[in-house]
């Protein structure tokens, strides 16, 4: 049977359910926050089609896609970029346990959605406790909507999430559902001695819980994690295919380079390290389908006016590199790669993010060791 109770059960097997939380998971109907064709496993399900399957999905630890593209029209053969979704249970649940939520307190969402994250915590504190915002308006008002149908009534308003919502300020916990390159200032104003859950990072490596903490006007705190959300809309960099990226290929310069391009793929700590100087390029990895065991390692700069492209070969001692535009994307991952070991290969866990009035600052261990 496909009910909240089933979705606990799979959440209490996996040891995923916070101190609580168990209540809340248990008691609030995830089918009435979803629409009737939702995207999840890799599958489109209509629940007019198939109810059973798409109960079975909505009552499963799975990430549910809700609107791509923004709700614009998607032709077929467009790209289609995941803008809206409701997480996997399991990682809404991590970052609530980050968020340590306790009764009387008051929580300040940003990114609505389908409202079920708001739900829990309405469920949890009191809807009068819970404040959440969207930037889309469809969103919003499709949050409130399904939020009512629930029974519950936190306030959501539609707005830029980087503005928080002063005028119910002050707040005790901020909790972000997708992506920010930096952590808004307003943020840390909003909730002058409380706690910031967000996921963090730049385009190469945006795959980190931000943990803060704020006293006397400052933020300060770590990383753990390794969640994959939707970015913030605000400045959001074109998305889309490889062949969006590439062009003046017969212009292109190429070199060698001793350092493996698969020396980065598959390792967080180094890709977090050349993600703080590449925060404004994205990579992807893509693997012969030969059988060969090659692959090139692409790096693709936000902006599209530059690309670089390192090629890999099983046991070869030199490789490929192409790049083209005014960046020489490939020197700096490659730059940066080895400053990071240089530094001893530091993990990332061992990093630190500070959030003042004058901006925000990477640190390695300390504060004093600023790293960005």
């Known amino acids: ?221 770590r990383f753990t994690g390794y969640p994959a959300f939707m970015r913030t809309r605000r400045n959001r960099p074109h998305r889309g295919y490889l062949a969006d990226f590439l062009h003046h290929r017969e212009e292109a310069a190429e070199s060698r380079t001793d350092l493996s391009p698969l020396s980065f793929d598959g390792d967080p700590d180094a890709l977090f390290f050349i993600g703080l100087d590449l925060p404004d390029a994205w990579y992807m990895r893509v693997d012969a389908d030969n059988g060969s065991g090659e692959a090139t390692f692409w790096i693709l700069a936000d902006d599209r006016r530059s690309w670089a492209a390192a090629d890999h070969a099983p046991g070869a001692g030199e490789y490929v590199v192409t790049q083209y535009g005014p960046r020489p994307l490939w020197d700096e991952a490659q730059r940066s790669y080895r400053r990071w070991e240089k530094r001893g290969r530091p993990e990332r866990d061992r990093a630190g993010l500070s959030v003042t009035r004058d901006g925000e600052r990477v640190w390695l261990d300390t504060p004093g060791d600023v790293v960005r």
């Open 1 to 221: 049977m496909s009910t909240p109770a089933r979705l606990l059960e799979i959440l209490t097997s996996q040891g995923a359910v916070p101190t609580g939380w168990a209540d809340t998971v248990g008691a609030v109907r995830r089918e009435l926050f979803l629409p009737d064709t939702i995207e999840a496993g890799g599958l489109t399900i209509s629940r007019s089609e198939s109810p059973e399957r798409w109960l079975a999905a909505v009552y499963d630890d799975l990430h549910v896609i809700t609107q791509v593209n923004d709700g614009r029209e998607t032709p077929e053969g467009t790209y289609r970029l995941p803008t809206s979704s409701s997480s996997l249970p399991s990682i809404m649940l991590e970052m609530l346990d980050l968020l340590e939520v306790r009764e009387g307190q008051r929580v300040l969402e940003l990114g609505a959605a389908t409202g079920y994250n708001a739900a829990w915590l309405a469920h949890r504190l009191g809807s009068d406790h819970v404040t959440s915002v969207d930037i889309d308006p469809a969103l919003a008002e499709q949050a409130a909507r399904n939020l009512d149908a629930a029974g519950f009534h936190p306030q959501v308003f539609c707005g830029p999430g980087e503005y928080g919502r002063p005028d119910g300020a002050p707040y005790d916990r901020v909790i972000a559902t997708y992506t920010v390159p930096e952590v808004p200032y307003a943020w840390v104003e909003q909730a002058p001695t409380g706690r910031i859950i967000t996921p963090w990072g730049g385009s190469f490596f945006p795959y980190s819980f931000a943990v803060l903490d704020v006293t006397d006007g400052e933020a300060h705190g």
